[in-house]
């Protein structure tokens, strides 16, 4: 019973196959390199960042190698094929232990991470609470309303309205002193319930470290793969 694939059809599968293996090798360089670049290895957001790219990104790099010894499949006496298959057969193993070694780093990026947000949340709250300080020592320095305006200016504070000057000077006082107490309950408050992103910190590094074990087994497992044998072309016996 005669075919009805073409002979020639198994060879450009295995063309289509090797070229849309090349085209996502490219787009998973572009995808992960263009929006990470300048590298700021020192910035745990942008390790974070890295990480992610490249858990997410890497089955572009995957179905590219998976389509690269299908091409050999489909084509096994193609030189091309055969030289595409051994190249990603020597790069399979250093990049699966990229993609373990990203396990550790994703850990150290959420730590310091989390550690710098901290750390960013405590200044800020400082700042706030040293500005609020001022600003109540001002008003409590101030015995005249002349004196209370060259208090506020000198701690670069909000300068008093035309409404407020017309207040008598122990009410406005008063008044000024509410505000702020109202603001420092506020902030401390606010500072209370505020909470650092541990959650999403603790889910992302998950998956990263779930998506780094699946793409390095896989990687691993085109390492293991043997090349292609030549396939010696017998003549057909009639």
Not at 6 to 16: G, H, K, V
Not at 139 to 155: G, P
């Amino acid at each position: 019973m005669n075919s009805f694939v073409p002979p020639a059809e198994p060879d450009r599968l295995a063309s289509l196959a090797s070229g849309t293996a090349v085209v996502l090798l490219l787009v998973f360089v572009f995808t992960v390199g263009l929006p990470l670049f300048p590298p700021k290895l020192a910035d745990p957001f942008w390790l974070l960042a890295f990480t992610g790219a490249l858990c997410t990104n890497g089955f572009l790099a995957l179905l590219a190698v998976l389509l690269i010894h299908v091409a050999v499949t489909l084509d096994p006496l193609s030189l091309w094929h055969q030289f595409g298959r051994l190249v990603v057969g020597r790069f399979s193993l250093p990049v699966a232990i990229g993609f373990l070694l990203l396990i550790p780093l994703q850990g150290l990026a959420a730590w310091r991470g989390l550690d710098g947000a901290q750390a960013l949340s405590n200044r800020a709250g400082q700042a706030q609470e040293g500005r609020m300080a001022q600003f109540r020592q001002a008003v409590e320095r101030s015995t005249t309303m002349a004196e209370l305006q060259i208090q506020l200016a000198a701690v670069q504070a909000p300068p008093l309205s035309a409404a407020d000057q017309r207040i008598d000077f122990p009410a406005l006082k008063a008044d000024l002193l509410a505000q702020i107490k109202t603001q420092e309950e506020a902030a401390a408050s606010k500072s209370a319930t505020t909470k650092l992103p541990m959650e999403a910190l603790i889910k992302d590094s998950l998956r990263v470290v779930l998506l780094s074990l699946g793409l390095a087994i896989s990687f691993l497992a085109s390492a293991q793969m043997a090349p292609p044998r030549r396939v010696v072309a017998a003549e057909e016996q009639l």
